[in-house]
């Protein structure tokens, strides 16, 4: 896993909108995420008024204005973008013979439940899945 300072040197456009997002929304429990909220905000307005931001600069301006729960928070945002990065999330309903089944085979497998609905997927016979005519 990467170390919380490497991290925070990549992703720079994700880092940008979860900053963007916390401002426009600074309040009690989001204004916790930076060391003075007004400061910051003063700051944002400053490194925003640009046509691009410098990742140098956004990395300043996080070294400097974000406490250490944003940065914590931050950091968090980062590792599941980087986790979910090319997979999409899909949420089914299945029926409970099949949860059971899936839950059988990642006992028996030692996969993830995950890992195994992948690996069904991938290894599928197309044909199968045809439409008769």
């Known amino acids: 896993m990467m170390k919380k300072a490497e991290l925070l040197k990549t992703e720079h456009m994700v880092q940008q909108i979860w900053l963007k997002n916390q401002i426009s929304?600074?309040?009690?429990?989001?204004?916790?995420?930076?060391?003075n909220s007004e400061v910051a905000l003063r700051a944002w307005d400053k490194l925003d008024s640009g046509l691009?931001?410098?990742e140098a600069d956004l990395e300043h301006y996080i070294s400097v204005h974000l406490s250490e729960q944003g940065i914590k928070k931050l950091v968090t945002t980062?590792?599941?973008?980087?986790?979910?990065?090319?997979?999409?999330?899909?949420?089914?309903e299945i029926t409970d013979a099949s949860r059971r089944r899936l839950s059988q085979i990642a006992k028996i497998s030692g996969k993830?439940?995950?890992?195994?609905i992948d690996y069904l997927i991938l290894?599928?016979?197309?044909?199968?899945?045809?439409?008769?005519?």
């Open 78 to 92: 980062l590792r599941v973008h980087k986790k979910r990065s090319g997979k999409d999330l899909l949420q089914v």
């Open 112 to 116: 993830t439940k995950k890992e195994i």
């Open 52 to 54: 691009v931001i410098r």
């Open 25 to 35: 929304k600074i309040n009690f429990s989001t204004g916790k995420n930076f060391l």
């Open 123 to 133: 290894n599928a016979d197309l044909s199968e899945f045809e439409p008769i005519e």
